[in-house]
């Protein structure tokens, strides 16, 4: 059996929560982010720039053993030197372990180095602290993390100064050479294990200009060290909070559940599946416990549901945990100055439905068809896939630069006639396929003059991100201003002073959903992924129209990747089966549902599986048949995506005739 240590990971986890520290590591207590850890670092280069800090770092010597006391004895040795570089030192304190990104040692000096892929504006204001001169909260973790590290390693090696840094992507730093994210290969060992496989053409010149930077953190560790916290109600200190946590952990007993609006996100909660097979649903029990709720509570609407509320905690506090138990003052209703309904008017439309029972869905024709004036013909829907990765794929650009590698793009026309008229898929890798797909998109929407659509501000912010690189770029293509000047005509830009609203932007379908309908189906959701199934089961028209093999049928819808294709089967309780459920997983179904859970960014939960199967494209040794199948999964994925702004068009169209 492992010993019972607090790691720095198991620290982490207890900060956020200290409840989950008894549920982590068990196997009755499913743990839905145990994938994560890869599937992030995957998708935001975490492996990569580990290793690239090490190649910054050169002439270390790497602690590899997993073995406890095996690694801490190998650094005990090592430690002897008067000046020594090592990867993944082993220090324990009592009950405490952790193992050290990067450690310089010097004679009586130690530099501890944590390595984040997190991204760092060097030329920007300090991000750590608020205003107030508080830990910022999006810094919290990162600090917390190398705070527990300088405790132990102060703790277990006495006599030593101990200086703290982050290691972070820089962004304003260009990348010196071309091909540099090729060079750090994910590859998986003969025993599965992921990682870093470094090229041997790596050279002095690809780590000439540093994009990884060093930042010292001591300030915001000594705050952290100096904080009072909570433990069971009292009040302690940095060290009193370690022993609480550590203590817990060692003698495997659970602290007691402070529930509150992060129970949302909590990975102990189980799918109906897995509760089906008899695991134990570690957020049911933490709810149980606090709330004495029984299995009938858990089917009705929790706070937790309640779209966009900022003040679920004060509910919670005040033993609001439904929301039949909400009343108007809670919400505190505003109508809008603009047409529509306002965030506080949805969220108490939201709660009324489920106190009165109403399962109907609220469609504002008025307010709609108004909108539906003012389109021209054809209707455009457009969808992108992006990514930002750490480590550029070109010199010259910068780490974490927005990419688009792959757009799809639906029609309708006047007679209501449907066609998936184009897509685009760059995923070759060390390719900045940005200038490209912008030159294809315009390409596509050239054609005539129709409104174009997009869910959600993703496509403007991407394209305008676009727009920035094209102006900066010191070697730009040569069809620059048309480039800019088409990113222009089709997206706003809000930010001071370079602000514009294109004579032909993009209407954000999903702002109309927000404004003109809601389905208590989707249970507050306003993700596609909800609002889909949910129009699905309500429209008549869709059922009719999609239970039909037509889609990409000879005489039926255009498709460009698929054949007589029907999107409506009907489940045993004759409910409509989401559409992407009917179609292969990118990856198997427990990573994509991981991927769900790996954000609170509703934007990246929605487009996570296309990004991992970008990055997993860019990054990692594959079989030209894999990449051919990864590249059509995310080619029906993407053509999925603008088919659902379709249908929902076509529903909404139908339910104002
Ligand atoms: S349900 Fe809430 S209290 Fe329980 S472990 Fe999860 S986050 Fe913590």
């Given at each position: 059996m492992s010993p019972r240590y607090l790691t720095k990971t198991r620290y982490k986890l207890g900060i956020d929560c200290p409840t989950k520290l008894y549920y982590t590591g068990k196997k009755e207590y499913p743990d839905q982010r145990q994938e994560d850890t890869f599937l992030a670092a995957l998708a935001e280069g975490g492996f990569q720039v580990g290793e690239l800090a090490r190649q910054y770092y050169k002439g270390g010597i790497n602690i590899d053993s997993l073995d406890y006391t095996e690694a801490e004895d190998m650094t005990r040795d090592l430690m002897k030197r008067d000046q020594v570089v090592l990867y993944e030192p082993a220090f324990r304190y009592e009950n405490l372990f952790i193992r050290v990104d990067i450690l310089v040692k010097d004679v009586n000096t130690l530099h501890l180095i944590e390595v984040k892929s997190k991204s760092f504006d060097r030329?920007?204001?300090?991000?750590?602290?608020?205003?107030?001169?508080?830990?910022a909260s999006g810094w919290e973790s990162y600090l917390q993390d190398v705070a527990f590290q300088k405790y132990v390693l102060e703790k277990s090696c006495p006599g030593y100064t101990v200086n703290s840094y982050l290691m972070m992507a820089d962004k304003?730093?260009?990348?010196?050479?071309?091909?540099?994210?090729?060079?750090?290969r994910i590859v998986k060992d003969i025993t599965n294990r992921k990682g870093i496989r470094v090229s041997t053409t790596l050279t002095d010149e690809d780590l000439k200009n540093q994009i990884l930077i060093q930042v010292t953190v001591d300030d915001y560790v000594r705050m952290i060290h100096g904080e009072t916290y909570k433990a069971d109600g009292s009040d302690v200190s940095f060290a009193g909070l370690i022993d609480f946590l550590s203590s817990h952990y060692r003698n495997d007993t659970k602290i007691t559940p402070q529930i509150c609006s992060g129970c949302t996100s909590c990975e102990f909660k189980c799918t109906p599946e897995q509760e089906a097979e008899d695991f134990k649903n570690g957020f049911k029990e933490c709810w149980r416990e606090v709330l004495q709720w029984n299995d009938n509570d858990f089917k009705e609407p929790s706070i937790l549901e309640l779209w966009n509320y900022r003040k679920k905690d004060s509910c919670i506090a005040s033993g609001?945990?439904?929301?039949?138990?909400?009343?108007p003052q809670d919400i505190n209703i505003k109508t809008n100055t603009v047409p529509g309904l306002s965030s506080s008017q949805r969220q108490w439309l939201q709660v009324e439905k489920v106190k009165t029972k109403d399962t109907s869905v609220y469609f504002d024709k008025t307010g709609m068809k108004a909108e539906m004036d003012s389109w021209a013909f054809p209707l455009h829907h457009i969808d992108f896939e992006t990514a930002r990765v750490a480590i550029p794929f070109n010199k010259g650009r910068r780490p974490y630069e927005g990419i688009i590698f792959q757009f799809s793009h639906h029609l309708v026309h006047e007679d209501g006639s449907v066609e998936h008229a184009g897509q685009y898929l760059n995923a070759v890798p060390g390719i900045f396929p940005n200038y490209e797909t912008v030159r294809e998109l315009k390409k596509q929407l050239a054609r005539d003059n129709g409104t174009i659509f997009r869910y959600t501000n993703h496509e403007n912010s991407y394209l305008i991100e676009v727009y920035r690189q094209l102006l900066a770029d010191t070697n730009p293509p040569k069809d620059r201003d048309d480039l800019c000047e088409f990113i222009k005509s089709i997206t706003k830009s809000d930010k001071k002073p370079d602000e514009w609203r294109g004579q032909r932007c993009m209407v954000d379908l999903w702002d109309l959903v927000k404004k003109y309908y809601y389905d208590p189906a989707t249970h507050g959701s306003n993700s596609i992924k909800a609002v889909l199934p949910a129009i699905l089961n309500s429209s008549s028209y869709l059922q009719g129209k999609y239970?039909?093999?037509?889609?990409?049928a000879a005489n039926g819808i255009k498709s460009l990747n698929y054949t007589d294709w029907s999107w409506v089967e009907y489940d045993q309780k004759g409910k409509v089966k989401d559409?992407?459920?009917?179609l292969p997983p990118v990856f198997s179904k427990e990573i994509d549902a991981s991927i769900e859970l790996f954000s609170e960014d509703e934007e990246l939960r929605e487009g996570g599986a296309a990004m991992v199967a970008y990055s997993r494209m860019q990054f990692s040794e594959m079989s030209d048949y894999e990449r051919e199948k990864l590249e059509k999964a995310l080619l029906r994925y993407c053509e999925l995506d603008t088919l659902a702004m379709v249908m929902i068009y076509e529903a909404w169209r139908e339910m104002l005739v």
């Amino acid at each position: 059996m492992s010993p019972r240590y607090l790691t720095k990971t198991r620290y982490k986890l207890g900060i956020d929560c200290p409840t989950k520290l008894y549920y982590t590591g068990k196997k009755e207590y499913p743990d839905q982010r145990q994938e994560d850890t890869f599937l992030a670092a995957l998708a935001e280069g975490g492996f990569q720039v580990g290793e690239l800090a090490r190649q910054y770092y050169k002439g270390g010597i790497n602690i590899d053993s997993l073995d406890y006391t095996e690694a801490e004895d190998m650094t005990r040795d090592l430690m002897k030197r008067d000046q020594v570089v090592l990867y993944e030192p082993a220090f324990r304190y009592e009950n405490l372990f952790i193992r050290v990104d990067i450690l310089v040692k010097d004679v009586n000096t130690l530099h501890l180095i944590e390595v984040k892929s997190k991204s760092f504006d060097r030329l920007g204001d300090n991000p750590f602290l608020t205003r107030a001169g508080k830990i910022a909260s999006g810094w919290e973790s990162y600090l917390q993390d190398v705070a527990f590290q300088k405790y132990v390693l102060e703790k277990s090696c006495p006599g030593y100064t101990v200086n703290s840094y982050l290691m972070m992507a820089d962004k304003s730093a260009l990348c010196p050479t071309d091909g540099l994210n090729q060079k750090f290969r994910i590859v998986k060992d003969i025993t599965n294990r992921k990682g870093i496989r470094v090229s041997t053409t790596l050279t002095d010149e690809d780590l000439k200009n540093q994009i990884l930077i060093q930042v010292t953190v001591d300030d915001y560790v000594r705050m952290i060290h100096g904080e009072t916290y909570k433990a069971d109600g009292s009040d302690v200190s940095f060290a009193g909070l370690i022993d609480f946590l550590s203590s817990h952990y060692r003698n495997d007993t659970k602290i007691t559940p402070q529930i509150c609006s992060g129970c949302t996100s909590c990975e102990f909660k189980c799918t109906p599946e897995q509760e089906a097979e008899d695991f134990k649903n570690g957020f049911k029990e933490c709810w149980r416990e606090v709330l004495q709720w029984n299995d009938n509570d858990f089917k009705e609407p929790s706070i937790l549901e309640l779209w966009n509320y900022r003040k679920k905690d004060s509910c919670i506090a005040s033993g609001k945990t439904k929301l039949q138990d909400l009343t108007p003052q809670d919400i505190n209703i505003k109508t809008n100055t603009v047409p529509g309904l306002s965030s506080s008017q949805r969220q108490w439309l939201q709660v009324e439905k489920v106190k009165t029972k109403d399962t109907s869905v609220y469609f504002d024709k008025t307010g709609m068809k108004a909108e539906m004036d003012s389109w021209a013909f054809p209707l455009h829907h457009i969808d992108f896939e992006t990514a930002r990765v750490a480590i550029p794929f070109n010199k010259g650009r910068r780490p974490y630069e927005g990419i688009i590698f792959q757009f799809s793009h639906h029609l309708v026309h006047e007679d209501g006639s449907v066609e998936h008229a184009g897509q685009y898929l760059n995923a070759v890798p060390g390719i900045f396929p940005n200038y490209e797909t912008v030159r294809e998109l315009k390409k596509q929407l050239a054609r005539d003059n129709g409104t174009i659509f997009r869910y959600t501000n993703h496509e403007n912010s991407y394209l305008i991100e676009v727009y920035r690189q094209l102006l900066a770029d010191t070697n730009p293509p040569k069809d620059r201003d048309d480039l800019c000047e088409f990113i222009k005509s089709i997206t706003k830009s809000d930010k001071k002073p370079d602000e514009w609203r294109g004579q032909r932007c993009m209407v954000d379908l999903w702002d109309l959903v927000k404004k003109y309908y809601y389905d208590p189906a989707t249970h507050g959701s306003n993700s596609i992924k909800a609002v889909l199934p949910a129009i699905l089961n309500s429209s008549s028209y869709l059922q009719g129209k999609y239970s039909k093999p037509i889609y990409g049928a000879a005489n039926g819808i255009k498709s460009l990747n698929y054949t007589d294709w029907s999107w409506v089967e009907y489940d045993q309780k004759g409910k409509v089966k989401d559409p992407y459920s009917l179609l292969p997983p990118v990856f198997s179904k427990e990573i994509d549902a991981s991927i769900e859970l790996f954000s609170e960014d509703e934007e990246l939960r929605e487009g996570g599986a296309a990004m991992v199967a970008y990055s997993r494209m860019q990054f990692s040794e594959m079989s030209d048949y894999e990449r051919e199948k990864l590249e059509k999964a995310l080619l029906r994925y993407c053509e999925l995506d603008t088919l659902a702004m379709v249908m929902i068009y076509e529903a909404w169209r139908e339910m104002l005739v």
